[in-house]
């Protein structure tokens, strides 16, 4: 059951591929389609793992990245819906698809112990989820801006040139995630300092190492300071368009470092 | 009726002889008034472009000499000296030739898209005036298809494929909507004129021109309602272009490298577009390699122009293959309505005998109530519609005129299709024959 999310997107990326290199209404909305139908096994499957643990599935790193695509594959159709563009698809799906593999080899789902059952606790990670999920959207886009630049820049017009929006609305799209992102990776970190204070001396050793040292905690603080960098330097000093792109494809390898590899393997108060 | 083409274009006919009969040049509405007047054909539209003239029509067999008498005549040009040059088209093949012009594959430039549109606009003057009928209005709906296919489904119009049209198809690449740029033309040349005029088309906002003389960048300005700036204050015009279109006569570069960081440094951070059409250049090449600076010369834009025209004479097979599925389907219509006498018989025979059962049993069901007698005729109905539903169909996909024709005599013979046979008017018994192709 699990496996079917992960064939779906995986198929969703080979069809946006197939529409990025060939076109072709049909194709585009298939994929479309594809894309639709692994967001709803998906919804199906965080449904019944809510049914079974009795809360949303929001517990445990395993279940964030869950959460995570579930909440990116949805805004990018919802983009794609009342834009009716669809080349950031396959960049956008193989990243939902590699992420899926995940969850899908870890389908358990972790209960909730007491100490987060606080609502902010559940507003902490949504609002993590959401900056993360904007954060993706700009890194696509930041990496479609630079190949399309390229090509500009090079004189050699081919692939990007023909299928990607200029490079002004690439920018535009890039400066208006970014900010929708820090604000919400802002309200992510303010909640979750309010809720570790609340927590504080409770018996349970992982909210002991609820710290500015814990890497975690303090990745997360760098990937603040870079994207509140990213958003004073194009307002400030004039980091607008391929500096920008780099910037927020940097910014996010830092988040997917924090998301995936420290918060498996390094943090020691986020490992619920 | 049979359907036809006639015309000439840039395939048959020099641009002299184009001049002389263009429709156009005196209206295309006042053409096709003046060849329905003759009385010619049935169903009538002209098409009259810079590259063709043509007359497609549904007329009797002698429709195709008297359009081209009316060619002669209407431009006035011996029809001995046209006729070398107009080409006629019949029946699939007028369905062929339209589809291809629809879709560019006829025109100068492969692929070119205006000739949809002109051709849409053809068809919508005669619609309006009620020159088309059932033929014509599918034909060209066809071709509305088969052009919007070959374009969707194909790269034939994909690319820029002159050089104005690739320096505005970068500047859009670059800015997404061109209404707010600046675009500052330097020099008062014929190609930055050109260049000028095509971007200015698209809806840009402002349009300055900076000559050594004044008075040739205020010539031009005033041309093409712009503002003109002296040489020397060149730099602040800079400072607020997005576009900036190079096209001096100068032998040494006009922008150098250093002075166009210069610009860049003193402006808000956005992309400035530099079109260099001079020869030799005016900018210098490594201003390109500024952030921000997008530099193209004119073998560059030419450059783009060959690999287009190259990508789209690849697309050719695939295109001609949609145009051939399109022409199909329209012989196919065509054919079906060769059998269209034949069925129009076949169920008013088939009626005429329902309705005579039910008049023959009249009197037994008169006892019956209305609703009753409504579902009796409801249902014999429905059985004359089933048992007509297959033959109809099986007619219908016959292709082959000899075949219909053989149908419609067997059919003939066996339910004695011929009007009059019971209106008892004592009228001569008529066969019913199909239509036949011209």
């Known amino acids: ?272 | 009726m049979p359907l036809f083409a006639i015309g000439l274009s840039h395939r048959t006919a020099p641009v002299d002889l184009r001049e002389r009969v263009d429709f156009s040049r005196l209206g295309a509405g006042d053409a096709l008034d003046a060849a329905v007047a003759r009385g010619i054909a049935t169903e009538t539209v002209v098409l009259s472009t810079c590259n063709r003239a043509e007359i497609y029509a549904v007329a009797g067999p002698e429709g195709p000499d008297a359009v081209g008498r009316f060619f002669a005549e209407y431009h006035d040009v011996p029809l001995a000296e046209l006729a070398d040059h107009l080409y006629v088209r019949r029946g699939a093949e007028v369905a062929r030739h339209l589809f291809r012009v629809a879709a560019g594959l006829d025109s100068l430039v492969v692929g070119e898209p205006q000739i949809l549109g002109q051709v849409k606009a053809a068809y919508g003057v005669a619609s309006d005036r009620g020159h088309t009928g059932a033929i014509i209005n599918r034909l060209f709906h066809s071709a509305f298809g088969a052009g919007k296919r070959v374009r969707r489904e194909t790269g034939l119009s994909e690319g820029a494929v002159s050089v104005s049209y690739a320096a505005t198809a970068l500047a859009r690449k670059i800015f997404g909507d061109l209404a707010e740029l600046n675009v500052v033309v330097v020099g008062a040349g014929d190609m930055a004129k050109l260049t000028a005029v095509h971007l200015q088309a698209q809806g840009v906002r402002q349009l300055t021109i900076a000559s050594r003389t004044l008075t040739t960048a205020q010539r031009l300005a005033a041309e093409l309602s712009g503002r003109a700036v002296a040489w020397t204050e060149l730099g602040d015009g800079l400072r607020g272009a997005d576009i900036v279109i190079t096209a001096t006569g100068a032998s040494t570069p006009v922008l150098t490298r250093a002075g166009v960081q210069d610009v860049m440094r003193t402006r808000p951070p956005r992309p400035l577009f530099i079109i260099d059409i001079a020869v030799p250049r005016d900018v210098e090449a490594a201003a390109g390699d500024l952030e921000q600076v997008f530099l193209y010369n004119i073998d560059d834009l030419q450059g783009i122009v060959r690999d287009n025209l190259a990508r789209r004479s690849g697309e050719l097979e695939r295109a001609e293959a949609i145009v051939d599925e399109e022409v199909d389907r329209f012989d196919r219509w065509m054919h079906s309505r060769e059998a269209i006498p034949t069925l129009i018989a076949l169920r008013d025979r088939f009626e005429r005998i329902r309705q005579a059962e039910i008049a023959r049993l009249e009197s037994k069901l008169a006892g019956l109530p209305p609703e009753a007698r409504d579902r009796v005729d409801e249902i014999t109905r429905l059985m004359v519609e089933k048992l007509l539903l297959a033959p109809t169909e099986g007619l219908k996909a016959v292709r082959d005129a000899n075949t219909i024709g053989t149908y419609a005599e067997v059919l003939n013979e066996l339910f004695r299709l011929e009007t009059g046979e019971s209106s008892g008017e004592g009228t001569r018994p008529r066969r019913i024959t199909p239509l036949r192709r011209g």
């Open chain 1, 1 to 272: 059951m699990h496996l079917i999310p992960l064939l779906l997107y995986g198929s969703a990326t080979a069809a946006y591929l197939a529409h990025f290199a060939r076109g072709g209404v049909a194709t585009g909305r298939l994929a479309t389609g594809v894309l639709g139908a692994a967001i709803l096994s998906h919804t199906f499957l965080i449904g019944m793992q809510t049914f079974e643990a009795g809360h949303a599935p929001l517990v445990g790193t395993t279940a964030a990245v869950s959460a995570f695509v579930w909440l990116l594959g949805l805004s990018y159709l919802a983009i794609e819906l009342t834009t009716d563009e669809r080349a950031l698809g396959p960049f956008v799906c193989a990243l939902l698809a590699a992420l899926y593999v995940i969850p899908a080899t870890d389908p358990s789902v972790n209960l909730r112990p007491a100490v987060l059952q606080s609502p902010l606790f559940t507003i902490h990670v949504l609002a993590m989820l959401c900056a993360y999920a904007s954060f993706a959207l700009a890194c696509v886009v930041g990496v479609t801006y630079v190949l399309l630049f390229n090509e500009i820049k090079a004189k050699h017009l081919g692939y990007f040139y023909a299928r990607l929006p200029s490079l002004q609305v690439l920018d535009g799209i890039n400066g208006r995630v970014v900010t929708i992102g820090w604000a919400f990776l802002t309200l992510g970190i303010v909640v979750g300092g309010i809720w570790a204070t609340d927590v504080r001396g409770y018996p349970d050793p992982r909210i002991a190492e609820m710290s500015i040292l814990d890497p975690k905690i303090l990745v997360a603080l760098l990937s603040w300071g870079v994207y509140s960098f990213a958003l004073v330097a194009r307002r400030a000093i004039g980091w607008t368009g391929r500096r920008a792109a780099w910037l927020s494809a940097l910014a996010f390898v830092i988040v997917m470092l924090n998301f995936v590899p420290v918060g498996y393997f390094l943090t020691k108060s986020h490992n619920f």
